[in-house]
């Protein structure tokens, strides 16, 4: 919980510093904050491969859902894996711009996050439920990639001793 309170308080005070009063996301963001702490969440088992460690991974792990010899369909399976996609991408390119930069195509991620959010939306709506932050996302990705950006440059160094703080972003 002292992790959750840290991420809020760091995201908060980096909207108030950015001028972007009020935006419902900051919840939201603080959550991926924290879920991502633990690397079994970044990177979570599948079944194409052991670990979706790549955003080509998890796109692979959703075509394998589609698969006429797959032993069960489960289309929440899609949704929650593109939501993943969504927030892997953000995250990775808030937080670990550089190493995206030099690993894989930052474009990429962003077309790829976008289109995550923005299904995930589009399949909320479609069943009548709430789409939470998932289209405000979609349409402005690259302006919250760079509040992470700027919250990991600004507001992390006043950290709490956990070993997230340790990733080496280069």
């Known amino acids: 919980m002292e992790l959750r309170r ?3 308080r760091a995201i908060r005070a980096s909207f108030s510093d950015l001028a972007f009063r009020d935006d419902p996301v ?4 603080a959550d991926l904050l924290t879920r991502f702490a633990r690397t079994e ?3 979570p088992h599948g079944t194409t491969v052991p670990r979706l460690e790549t955003v080509v991974d998890m796109v692979t792990e959703i075509h394998g859902f589609w698969q006429a010899e797959a032993s069960s369909f489960r289309p929440e399976r899609e ?3 593109r939501r993943h996609i969504g927030d892997f991408t953000l995250f990775m390119i808030g937080i670990f711009r550089e190493r995206v930069e030099r690993s894989a195509s930052t474009s990429y991620y962003i077309v ?3 289109r995550a959010y923005r299904f995930v ?3 909320a709506r479609a069943s009548d439920r709430q789409d939470a932050p998932y289209h405000r996302l979609a349409e402005r990705f690259e302006n919250y990639a760079r509040v992470l950006d700027y919250t990991r440059r600004v507001h992390f160094f006043d950290h709490p001793p956990h070993r997230f703080f340790r990733l080496d972003g280069e």
């Not at 900051?26 to 963001?29: E, G, N, T």
């Open 26 to 29: 900051v919840p939201y963001l």
């Open 6 to 8: 840290f991420f809020d």
């Open 112 to 114: 790829e996050g976008k």
């Open 41 to 43: 969440t970044l990177f």
């Open 79 to 81: 949704v929650s894996l």
């Open 121 to 123: 939306s589009e399949h």
